[in-house]
């Protein structure tokens, strides 16, 4: 559902940025034909990279990432990003009935602020995210802080090993 869209906005930044080059992370549970089927059509040219999501991550200077794990990840790697969520429109207004958050981004959420832009739905639009990225990409002061802000989300989830902490804490209280 997202990906036309990220192709577009991928047009319109090659557009306004000559030269620039774009990666697909492609998860294994996503379908090679139904990929390859809408990479065919696309402006522009991109490659694609299986079951590499960090690695893509780290070698990006910007993401257009769709909400999800993958935002927490890409904060741990610290690259800047755009983060856009579309769904049915009746599946929109059931979740926004339900679910009561001011953010749907893992990173803003654990932030507990806006750290990454979020276009969610109607925003999640070719144009907005072209310009999103623009600004990022040519406001120094506005990428270094995205940076520094993602710096600090990787700083508060701890340091590597949280699984083995947590075990050690239940074993302990299981021997009492």
Not at 63 to 82: C, E, H, K, Y
Request: some cysteine.
């Amino acid at each position: 559902m997202l990906l036309p869209v990220l192709l577009k906005a991928a047009a319109q930044l090659v557009a306004a940025e000559p030269g620039t080059q774009f990666i697909l992370a492609q998860a294994s549970s996503i379908d090679d034909n139904l990929i390859q089927a809408l990479l065919q059509n696309s402006p522009v040219p991109v490659r694609v990279a299986h079951d590499r999501a960090s690695e893509v991550m780290a070698l990006s200077d910007v993401l257009f990432i769709a909400s999800g794990t993958a935002t927490l990840q890409a904060a741990v790697v610290g690259t800047p990003m755009v983060l856009l969520y579309k769904t049915s429109p009746l599946t929109y207004r059931l979740a926004r009935w339900l679910i009561n958050v001011k953010w749907i981004g893992l990173v803003n959420l654990v932030a507990g602020r806006s750290v990454v832009p979020e276009l969610i739905q109607d925003e999640a639009t070719a144009e907005r995210l072209c310009q999103e990225v623009l600004h990022l990409l040519r406001d120094p002061s506005a990428y270094n802080g995205m940076k520094k802000e993602l710096r600090q989300v990787r700083e508060s989830l701890g340091e590597p090993g949280a699984s083995h902490r947590a075990a050690q804490v239940v074993l302990a209280e299981c021997r009492r």
